[in-house]
């Protein structure tokens, strides 16, 4: 049973720097790929950043291209997003999730954590 848990949200201040984990069991292989995606309130969840189980091959969404980092970490089933000069508009749940296609779109992702908040106070 594949299970996804994200860690490290919390309140920050505008301009600040917020690392998050998803910690995943119960998967993947050499082809998956590790998604993170946002959902701000009244909004659609959006894509983030993925990046492939084997690492490398990272991508991102513009809005966050040159100030978030995807790092996934050899032999440790942990996937990290460091994200930097935070914005209000970065306000959000952020997910994990994880697909078997090379895939912005959230509908390629099988396996879904809950979900950790971030709160960007301007």
């Known amino acids: 049973q594949v299970q996804l848990v994200e860690s490290g949200g919390r309140s920050v201040q505008t301009g600040g720097s917020l690392t998050l984990s998803c910690r995943a069991s119960?998967?993947?292989?050499?082809?998956?790929?590790m998604g993170w995606f946002r959902q701000a309130p009244g909004k659609e969840r959006e894509f983030v950043a993925l990046i492939r189980w084997r690492g490398g091959s990272e991508f991102y969404a513009d809005s966050v291209k040159g100030r978030f980092t995807i790092s996934k970490y050899n032999g440790k089933n942990l996937v990290d997003l460091h994200m930097s000069s935070l914005k209000p508009e970065d306000t959000a749940v952020y997910y994990c999730?994880?697909?078997?296609?090379?895939?912005?779109?959230?509908?390629?992702?099988?396996?879904w954590g809950q979900g950790t908040q971030v709160t960007v106070a301007s």
């Open positions: 999730a994880v697909g078997s296609t090379y895939d912005r779109d959230r509908r390629a992702y099988n396996y």
């Open positions: 119960g998967c993947c292989s050499s082809s998956s790929v």
